[in-house]
């Protein structure tokens, strides 16, 4: 059964934190992604991976930042944590960057 | 910018009831996918649909995908308590997925 973890399922930090959400899969998958979730808006592409070390910006990239030292591995970092990424945090992971994605069970951060 | 759009956003219906939620765009895309989420949990991929015309059925649940390759529907027949979630659709366009901002539908017994 393929599978999709992230590091936690809820998590508190205090505004100008640096905050580190892990995620790993085990499909041996080229592609990974990070994505924000808030009512009424969707999945919200912050960034994708293609390849070990390989990143790419997506539509919603800025205080954020990745890192991909390992292909089951994909980081998301927030270098100095704000209220407005209060949020729901998805991760997930694909053979092909527009086959099914599977995804992780989120993790919901909330910065006070 | 590429768009896709899903109404209504909000359904709350009774069991038993039939419903429609379309996935709308001006964008053509290569295929489009249809996700549900349940609370606490990652969205988890429906059906694929990739041939413009084309209609796939999941027990209670069709989905087609417009002659256009613009849009889709999904319809569910004699909806069930089960059948609560947010659902989300995904068009397939220049190598990355066009999220829609889901439906959130609530089905009660």
């Known amino acids: 059964d393929v599978k999709v973890t992230q590091s936690s399922r809820y998590l508190v930090k205090r505004t100008g934190e640096k905050v580190f959400l892990e995620c790993v899969q085990d499909?041996?998958?080229?592609?990974m992604f990070w994505y924000r979730q808030d009512p009424g808006l969707g999945l919200r592409l912050i960034y994708f991976s293609y390849d070990v070390k390989m990143k790419e910006k997506g539509d919603i990239p800025e205080g954020y930042s990745v890192s991909r030292e390992k292909k089951e591995r994909f980081s998301l970092i927030l270098e100095s944590a704000s209220t407005n990424q209060t949020s729901m945090y998805l991760c997930a992971s694909s053979l092909n960057l527009y086959y099914e994605q599977y995804f992780g069970p989120g993790t919901r951060l909330t910065v006070t | 910018t590429q768009l896709l759009e899903q109404s209504p956003q909000f359904l709350s219906i009774q069991e038993g009831e039939n419903l429609t939620v379309y996935c709308n765009s001006s964008?053509?895309?290569?295929?489009l996918q249809w996700y549900r989420q349940e609370p606490g949990e990652g969205p988890v991929l429906l059906v694929t649909?990739?041939?413009g015309g084309e209609v796939k059925k999941l027990k209670r649940l069709t989905f087609q995908f417009g002659d256009a390759r613009k849009d889709s529907s999904l319809h569910i027949t004699a909806a069930q308590p089960g059948d609560t979630g947010l659902y989300l659709c995904a068009g397939a366009s220049n190598y990355q997925l066009i999220w829609g901002a889901g439906t959130k539908l609530i089905i009660k017994p």
């Open positions: 649909v990739v041939t």
């Open positions: 964008s053509v895309f290569s295929s």
């Open positions: 499909m041996d998958h080229e592609n």
